[in-house]
């Protein structure tokens, strides 16, 4: 069974998804070592392991080669266990309260390179920046999926972010409805720019680069900062300075810059932390047909980011019970340790880096 | 420092407090063993070593012995290490886009029992009683205090579900502010209530009876369910079936319902899960200042509740990020699970039980 269903009371989005109960470590237990694969021999994203994945759907891949073989730097392909399906069409049913729509959706990974152990932080900015275009490539296809209203990318490092697979990669998930976190800040966006007339996103961007305390780092038009509200230590925002509410609009320069300041925002974090887990979710406008339809003017007032949480507390009662998180590092001094971090050297290493080969996109 | 803080965008309160981070664990990674109090020798929650707690605020004692000595049967302290502090008046400081107010609140311990291993689904059902009635006697006192908007009360049982010691107890913050899941449940049932005249609870507690799939376990006019929408696996919400906004209002013998019901679903989730880790809440109506200055007709829309939350599964970057759950499991699946499930050996152990002492509250 795959089916989104309502709350009635506080009318938030829920996936049940049976088929995810298949995973092999879903009913691991919270309190429980996650059986992350870790070695090679296990993993199904290794090169020339290729069919072990559902056929690619994209990929990055060397001039001449062919989908599903070798030879590829990214690769995206269905997950192999889709919390939605890609089959029918969304149909909203209702039943006295009960409200839901049949779980039409589609769920990919991203394979960001064949490297099983050179996680984000320490793949040189080019590559980044190749992965960030990726997502864009997939947000592009699937908004032109009539029953897509969001496309929503992001990705779990480590086994305390929930990921049960070591080799790197992101997920894609694409829904026939807007995520409630999304249509909450649309929401609150929406009521401000009705209000003054501007987007909060560029406000506030200016009243943290005016003040100065929360920022982390800033470069070429794209700020990094402990937001002042953080529910996680050590959450950072990155978010383009100039207006814009759809990543997919993104230019190349931009999308290094913001590989930059991404690979930066890590490296600073690992200094501070330590190796640590964390989920990285990337926020932008819904599709269009749902804009349309519920945000007109969304293109005006919300604006596009990324969001990391790193995992080091662990919520619980007053957190999942009220929706009230209880943060023990201040962002301020989260900001203040990340910002003096000196993280130059290890950026430097890129300037050796060879750069991907003679590549180009597949399958699209 | 300790400070609420309101997220601009979507207005989420959350609370910033670096005293927080002095506790024993506050540093651990979720993707290491938490390390819990586990021994006796340790465990300052123990009959004997009432100076390692604050003085104790409340208490069910044998008649004659004094506060912060033995002789009590549950005991309630303010929490060695809390999220706000009791000290000083809330005002809301604004300042460009980020609103803030100091962090002022109560954040107590309730010491369910002197028995360091005997958790609350080991208790006889009296002794549940008297705790929900010491949660009652709190949640009346702490309202009196003006500065207090709301009440919550939540039990994390388990490292999984963020308990750092293994002593059976509770915890009850009272804020300033109503938390924002409490807001966005009275927001729905004033919407709901202004549509219908009805509260959506009675309604819903009513289609859930009438369809019977969602039922784990009904007595006494007492209902306990996997909600639709579940977010977790083997979720329950236990709702009294008569109207009642306010658990502080519901008298001796709905309590004892209460209990009986809250430990069958306990020793039935235990019987399918194993040990197993959850997160209680109990939602009830914020405090009468508040209702009065935000939703003053909550008492006719809103209906008290208890969720329970196993927690199996690892939320990651989809319910972090985009604040959508996957759940693997139908809750209609778990009701049936559950609802199958005999526990009455285990309960009838209850009336062998011991009653508890002769008792008196004291310290109020």
Same mark, same amino acid.
């Given at each position: 069974?795959?089916?989104?269903?309502?709350?009635?009371?506080?009318?938030?989005?829920?996936?049940?998804?049976?088929?995810?109960? =298949?995973?092999?470590?879903? %009913?691991?237990? @919270?309190?429980?070592?996650?059986?992350?694969?870790?070695?090679?021999?296990?993993?199904?994203? @290794?090169?020339?392991?290729?069919?072990?994945?559902?056929?690619?759907?994209?990929?990055?891949?060397?001039?001449?080669?062919?989908?599903?073989?070798?030879?590829?730097?990214?690769?995206?392909?269905? %997950?192999?266990?889709?919390?939605?399906?890609?089959?029918?069409?969304?149909?909203?049913?209702?039943?006295?309260?009960?409200?839901?729509?049949?779980?039409?959706?589609?769920?990919?990974?991203?394979?960001?390179?064949?490297?099983?152990?050179?996680?984000?932080?320490? !793949?040189?900015?080019?590559?980044? /920046?190749?992965?960030?275009?990726?997502?864009?490539?997939?947000?592009?296809?699937?908004?032109?999926?009539?029953?897509?209203?969001?496309?929503?990318?992001? =990705?779990?490092?480590?086994?305390?972010?929930?990921?049960?697979?070591?080799?790197?990669?992101?997920?894609?998930?694409?829904?026939?409805?807007?995520?409630?976190?999304?249509?909450?800040?649309?929401?609150?966006?929406?009521?401000?720019? !009705? =209000?003054?007339?501007? *987007?909060?996103? *560029?406000?506030?961007?200016?009243?943290?680069?005016?003040?100065?305390?929360?920022?982390?780092?800033?470069?070429?038009?794209?700020?990094?900062? *402990?937001?002042? /509200?953080?529910?996680?230590?050590?959450?950072?925002?990155?978010?383009?300075?100039?207006?814009?509410?759809?990543?997919?609009? /993104?230019?190349?320069?931009?999308?290094?810059?913001?590989?930059? #300041?991404?690979?930066?925002?890590?490296?600073?974090?690992?200094?501070?932390?330590?190796?640590?887990?964390?989920?990285?979710?990337?926020?932008?406008?819904?599709?269009? !047909?749902?804009?349309?339809?519920?945000?007109?003017?969304?293109?005006?007032?919300?604006?596009?980011?990324?969001?990391?949480?790193?995992?080091?507390?662990?919520?619980?009662?007053?957190?999942?019970? /009220?929706? #009230?998180?209880?943060?023990?590092?201040?962002?301020?001094?989260?900001?203040?340790?990340?910002?003096?971090?000196?993280?130059?050297?290890?950026?430097?290493?890129?300037?050796?880096?060879? @750069?991907?080969?003679?590549?180009?996109?597949?399958?699209?």
């Amino acid at each position: 069974m795959r089916e989104l269903r309502k709350d009635p009371i506080i009318s938030r989005w829920v996936i049940i998804s049976s088929e995810r109960g =298949r995973r092999p470590k879903e %009913n691991q237990r @919270e309190d429980e070592d996650a059986t992350v694969v870790e070695s090679t021999e296990d993993c199904p994203f @290794e090169m020339g392991r290729e069919s072990s994945t559902p056929p690619e759907v994209y990929a990055i891949r060397e001039r001449g080669t062919a989908p599903d073989t070798p030879g590829w730097q990214v690769r995206v392909t269905p %997950n192999k266990y889709p919390a939605l399906s890609p089959e029918g069409e969304p149909t909203l049913h209702e039943h006295g309260l009960f409200v839901s729509i049949n779980g039409v959706g589609i769920h990919e990974m991203v394979i960001e390179t064949p490297d099983h152990s050179r996680q984000l932080d320490a !793949q040189p900015v080019e590559r980044i /920046a190749l992965i960030l275009g990726v997502y864009q490539q997939r947000i592009r296809t699937l908004r032109q999926d009539p029953r897509v209203a969001h496309v929503l990318v992001f =990705r779990n490092q480590g086994t305390g972010a929930g990921a049960s697979l070591h080799h790197p990669h992101s997920q894609i998930v694409a829904t026939p409805i807007i995520p409630n976190r999304i249509e909450q800040e649309l929401g609150g966006s929406l009521t401000y720019w !009705q =209000r003054t007339g501007h *987007c909060i996103y *560029c406000d506030l961007t200016e009243q943290v680069r005016r003040e100065s305390e929360f920022v982390v780092h800033q470069r070429d038009g794209v700020l990094a900062f *402990c937001p002042y /509200a953080s529910i996680f230590p050590y959450e950072v925002w990155i978010v383009p300075e100039e207006h814009a509410a759809d990543f997919a609009d /993104a230019d190349d320069r931009l999308l290094v810059v913001v590989a930059r #300041v991404l690979k930066t925002v890590l490296l600073k974090q690992r200094e501070a932390l330590g190796e640590f887990s964390y989920n990285l979710v990337l926020h932008t406008v819904p599709a269009p !047909q749902a804009v349309e339809r519920e945000f007109p003017s969304a293109s005006t007032h919300y604006h596009w980011h990324i969001e990391l949480y790193p995992r080091l507390t662990k919520p619980a009662g007053c957190e999942w019970g /009220a929706g #009230v998180f209880i943060n023990p590092v201040p962002p301020e001094e989260a900001a203040r340790h990340l910002r003096k971090l000196d993280v130059a050297a290890a950026m430097a290493g890129d300037a050796n880096a060879r @750069e991907h080969p003679d590549s180009s996109p597949t399958n699209e």
